[in-house]
Antibody, heavy 121, light 110 residues
Framework: QVQLVQSGAEVKKPGASVKVSCKAS????????MHWVRQAPEQGLEWMGI????????SYAQKFQGRVTMSRDTSTSTVYMELSSLRSEDTAVYYC??????????????WGQGTLVTVSS | QSVLTQPPSASGTPGQRVTISCSGS????????VYWYQQLPGTAPKLLIY???QRPSGVPDRFSGSKSGASASLAISGLRSEDEADYYC???????????FGGGTKLTVL
């Protein structure tokens, strides 16, 4: 069965960077795109971007351009999301989510458990 | 301010049928598929509907989705207490070249 296991909670100071990992199992890692979505406390869902684990190509939401980097390690079936220049508004739960179908236009069908990132001085 | 517009709340009694709307524009819902998610408190979202009206395996047929023009709806029939959750719609937006969500609807089962 598809499993996405994310790294643990992080506490960071403003201006720092955070790197969240998402280890996939139960399917062919390179066949499905991976999305990153975040949710601030008591707020809605926000799409951050997508990575193609096969070639490593990425596409980011305009809001995060220049601050986010998504990468992958095919040897460990793991994708990463790094967010830099953190500010308090980046305090949120960050989710990785695999595309439902093995095509580029498929949105999130399977979700990780989420990683809480707290930005506080 | 979300790109897709949902009512902030909805409610119904057990056994009732409720619908949740999601309004967008020609650049998102009007030209692309809609996805619906259920989020129980403290958990990750769960996919309920994809490609506007398709249910993944394991999702009860009490949940159904529809789309007309630039609007979409999620219907829940035979409402149960365990359906009390937040519901989100999502779609690709051609103008933004990204995925957009509705602000979410909190469903209360009275």
């Amino acid at each position: 069965q598809v499993q996405l296991v994310q790294s643990g909670a992080e506490v960071k100071k403003p201006g720092a960077s955070v790197k969240v990992s998402c280890k996939a199992s139960g399917y062919t890692f390179t066949s499905y795109y991976m999305h990153w979505v975040r949710q601030a406390p008591e707020q809605g869902l926000e799409w951050m971007g997508i990575i193609n684990p096969s070639g490593g190509s990425t596409s980011y939401a305009q809001k995060f351009q220049g601050r986010v980097t998504m990468s992958r390690d095919t040897s460990t079936s793991t994708v990463y999301m790094e967010l830099s220049s953190l500010r308090s508004e980046d305090t949120a739960v960050y989710y990785c989510a695999r595309g439902l179908i093995a095509v580029a236009g498929s949105f999130a069908g399977y979700w990780g458990q989420g990683t809480l990132v707290t930005v506080s001085s | 301010q979300s790109v897709l517009t949902q009512p902030p709340s909805a409610s119904g009694t057990p056994g009732q049928r409720v619908t949740i709307s999601c309004s967008g524009s020609s650049s998102n819902i009007g030209s692309n598929y809609v996805y619906w998610y259920q989020q129980l408190p403290g958990t990750a979202p769960k996919l309920l509907i994809y490609r506007s009206n398709q249910r993944p395996s394991g999702v009860p047929d009490r949940f159904s989705g529809s789309k007309s023009g630039a609007s979409a709806s999620l219907a829940i029939s035979g409402l149960r207490s365990e359906d009390e959750a937040d519901y989100y719609c999502a779609a690709w937006d051609d103008s933004l070249s990204g995925w957009v969500f509705g602000g979410g609807t909190k469903l209360t089962v009275l």
